[in-house]
């Protein structure tokens, strides 16, 4: 029988080897490419003015739009459609797109710019790819887990198209480096999943210039517009203050249906007289949807073509698999980073502090909050003593029903944290259960914890219950992902 360490080697060398494999498989398409323009570049060369040109240069010398014969065919899908054809395509092949994020919405997006023929792509993203991307950020395979997720998309985008420029960023957007590396680009894809970087991309934009695609999917319904293009609004002008933290959901706490939610405040007009309302959330919808509408929209803003969403929105319901398109409020003349009065400079976007003025974390990581007292918390490792010890008490899990069906530890209770109040009864009655089991006289009681998934829902849950008289209730730091860090290996974390 092999032993664990053997298999998790054999595992390793596998996946080395599928990598290695892949990579060998790029370069080797590459170096066929390579190899056929140089030997077709040196026959035209030979070859006088009147001979057949070769398969890299214009069909004949009247042609003026710069595409050889392998372009061609490669893109002749595209060059058939009478509203795109060669004007178009060469418009691609011309320009330059950043996207921002190869997670979910940047996955697809990524992959048909790559394959439309953009000519030089640029991928920004400081993440390595994990197991539980890889349902929705359809761009990584195993081989890259553990890996840089720009490395993985570009190598990826090489193997789609190895003839395209891919640019590669293995680091965060920050406001240090943004204005360098996006003045390099014609046209920007937002594809992150939090507020202070969806200021930070728009407000760079709009500094340099750049139309901004933006998108947004998680759960089950998604967003794409057009931001700083044609005279239309920016993001600011339509959130000129940034949502509530505790409005702003990720991809990591919320879930995202394989194919993500953002605020949207009263900025947007379905009719004249009609408005969404204040904290209508967008659940970045289905990535995969809304990714490959950024790719189409990017496409449109850089072939010159069609009608790009700017001054619109689109919005995606995956249950109901409807689409609505809603007019957005005009550009606002008193946007403080594009309105008339607007002194957002470079220099004042460099030293604007986002996390501040969203109250968000610019990082992709789950946030930690601290809202009891120390002394009201517990770590994993002590719960693990008390219950090992046998210590009267009783275990609440606050998450979702949805969450606790995944996996919960043993004999705990689940009390979702949005019916705590109405379930206050049966947390006292499972109290006074335990004390009887126990066999606790009428002056002892039964300890009172309390868990959730990061540790965050918990410490609500425990200030709400030392507000309602459980005084003694405690809150288990860092919630069941501590608890499989910690404590028990083996415990699923999701």
């Given at each position: 029988m092999k032993s664990n360490g053997f298999d998790s080697s054999s595992s390793l060398i596998h996946q080395e080897l599928e990598k290695l494999k892949a990579e060998k498989k790029a370069i080797e398409y590459r170096i066929s490419i390579l190899e056929a323009q140089f030997s077709n570049d040196t026959t035209a060369k030979e070859s006088d003015s009147s001979s057949c040109p070769n398969s890299l240069l214009n069909l004949d010398s009247n042609s003026e739009h710069g595409l050889s014969s392998d372009m061609i065919y490669r893109y002749s899908r595209h060059l058939l459609l009478p509203n795109f054809g060669v004007k178009g395509q060469s418009n691609l092949l011309k320009s330059s797109i950043l996207v921002i994020g190869a997670g979910g919405l940047g996955s697809p997006a990524l992959l048909y710019l790559a394959a439309c023929g953009i000519?030089?792509?640029?991928?920004?993203?400081?993440?390595?790819?994990?197991?539980?991307?890889?349902?929705?950020?359809?761009?990584?395979?195993?081989?890259?887990?553990?890996?840089?997720?720009?490395?993985?998309?570009?190598?990826?985008?090489?193997?789609?198209?190895?003839?395209?420029?891919?640019e590669e960023y293995k680091e965060a957007f920050r406001t240090s480096n943004a204005l360098e590396i996006m003045s390099k680009y014609d046209i920007v894809v937002d594809a992150t999943d939090n507020a202070p970087s969806r200021y930070m991309i728009n407000d760079c934009c709009v500094v340099l210039g750049k139309p901004l695609i933006s998108g947004a999917a998680v759960g089950l319904e998604g967003q794409l517009t057009i931001y700083n293009h044609n005279g239309g609004p920016c993001y600011r002008?339509?959130?000129?203050?940034?949502p509530p933290s505790t409005a702003c959901q990720r991809c990591s706490d919320s879930g995202v249906l394989g194919v993500g939610k953002l605020l949207i405040n009263d900025y947007i007009t379905l009719s004249p007289n009609t408005n969404i309302s204040s904290s209508f959330y967008f659940v970045y919808g289905v990535p995969g949807v809304i990714g490959c509408l950024q790719a189409l929209e990017a496409l449109k803003v850089a072939s010159d073509v069609g009608e790009?969403?700017?001054?619109?929105?689109?919005?995606?319901?995956?249950?109901?698999?409807?689409?609505?398109?809603?007019?957005?409020?005009?550009?606002?003349?008193?946007?403080?980073?594009?309105?008339?009065?607007?002194?957002?400079?470079?220099?004042?976007?460099?030293?604007?502090?986002?996390?501040?003025?969203?109250?968000?974390?610019?990082s992709t990581a789950p946030m930690k909050l601290k809202l009891i007292p120390e002394n009201a918390r517990?770590?994993?490792?002590?719960?693990?003593?008390?219950?090992?010890?046998?210590?009267?008490?009783?275990?609440?899990?606050?998450?979702?029903?949805?969450?606790f069906n995944i996996v919960s530890l043993p004999k705990s209770l689940n009390v979702p944290l949005s019916t705590l109040e109405a379930k206050l009864p049966a947390i006292v009655s499972a109290l006074k259960d335990e004390r009887e089991r126990k066999g606790l006289d009428s002056s002892s009681s039964a300890s009172l914890y309390v868990v959730c998934r990061r540790g965050n829902d918990s410490q609500r849950a425990v200030d709400y219950l030392h507000k309602m008289g459980f005084t003694s209730a405690k809150d288990i730091i860092g919630g069941l992902e501590s608890w499989a860090q910690n404590v028990d290996p083996g415990f699923p974390s999701y």
């Open positions: 000519g030089r792509l640029g991928i920004v993203d400081h993440d390595v790819v994990e197991l539980n991307n890889l349902h929705r950020q359809i761009i990584h395979a195993e081989a890259y887990i553990g890996q840089s997720k720009v490395k993985s998309a570009a190598a990826a985008c090489r193997a789609i198209n190895s003839t395209i420029q891919i002008c339509l959130f000129p203050a940034p790009p969403l700017s001054g619109r929105m689109l919005l995606f319901d995956a249950l109901s698999a409807k689409i609505r398109i809603v007019k957005l409020r005009g550009r606002s003349l008193h946007c403080e980073a594009c309105g008339e009065n607007a002194e957002f400079t470079p220099q004042v976007f460099q030293n604007f502090d986002y996390e501040k003025f969203t109250q968000t974390p610019l517990i770590s994993s490792k002590e719960y693990k003593e008390k219950v090992v010890h046998g210590e009267p008490h009783i275990l609440v899990d606050v998450r979702p029903a949805h969450h």
